[in-house]
């Protein structure tokens, strides 16, 4: 198996940070040991986010801490794993589900593996208004930028190390997981093989209406990121295919 690099974007995420990392980290050494890094990748938390994630970085040997600007560019001149994943902090895809991402990116059969919680089989439990936003927003992507992939903002998506390294000078956007959402289609767009894997949402989240309101107002701007964009993504992707 390749080495992993399984990245978590955070922000404001003291409740779930020390819990999430230690099933992480339980979950690696006995499927991925010795080939895998974690990276806390903190988008500005103003609570305890910080003070833990040094914390856990200091005492446990696979963990690095990242926080500042130009965080994705950190996250890769940082990487040194073959594969690079973003997951949701609270796990709530199912760790069943990443015994299903290494052989397609091995054997080359993909160079993106997308987690899609609309596909059929799919188990959803999540807080209501988080599930209403997630279809609209999924709704209003395909709608303006055509996805082929059903689920462009799932948290849980999977890179080859050297995929993602071509397409990111390239992205425009600044959140985490809006950069995942712009690469995904820089691959498609660009006709790179990307596997989508069904999986679950079943997320122990309870979101309070400010982490609505911001949740809203960051896919409104980093939508109209993607769009201003566009003409970039198309040059890239037309001196790419000729």
């Avoid at 020390?18 to 895998?36: A, L």
């Avoid at 091995?106 to 919680?117: F, H, I, K, L, Q």
Wanted: include cysteine.
């Amino acid at each position: 198996m390749r080495s992993v690099n399984f990245v978590f974007p955070v922000h404001n995420d003291e409740g779930l940070l020390i819990r999430g990392i230690r099933r992480m980290t339980d979950f690696c050494e006995e499927y991925f040991p010795e080939r895998y890094r974690i990276t806390i990748a903190d988008s500005g938390s103003t609570d305890g986010t910080e003070r833990m994630g040094r914390s856990l970085a200091a005492c446990c040997k696979n963990v690095d801490y990242l926080r500042g600007p130009s965080l994705m560019e950190q996250i890769l001149s940082t990487n040194c794993c073959d594969i690079v994943g973003f997951l949701d902090l609270d796990l709530s895809a199912g760790l069943e589900h990443l015994l299903f991402t290494d052989q397609p990116l091995r054997d080359g059969a993909a160079c993106v593996v997308n987690g899609s919680r609309f596909r059929p089989f799919s188990v959803i439990r999540v807080q209501q208004s988080l599930w209403a936003d997630a279809v609209r927003f999924q709704f209003i992507l395909r709608l303006l930028l055509h996805y082929r992939s059903s689920d462009a903002l799932c948290r849980f998506k999977f890179f080859r190390r050297e995929t993602i390294e071509s397409l990111y000078p390239f992205c425009n956007c600044e959140s985490c997981w809006y950069v995942c959402a712009e690469l995904l289609l820089l691959a498609e767009r660009s006709h790179l093989p990307v596997r989508e894997l069904a999986v679950d949402w079943v997320s122990i989240r309870n979101a309070s209406e400010s982490d609505i309101r911001f949740q809203r107002a960051e896919f409104k701007h980093e939508t109209l990121r993607i769009l201003a964009n566009l003409r970039n993504i198309h040059h890239f992707c037309s001196r790419r295919g000729s």
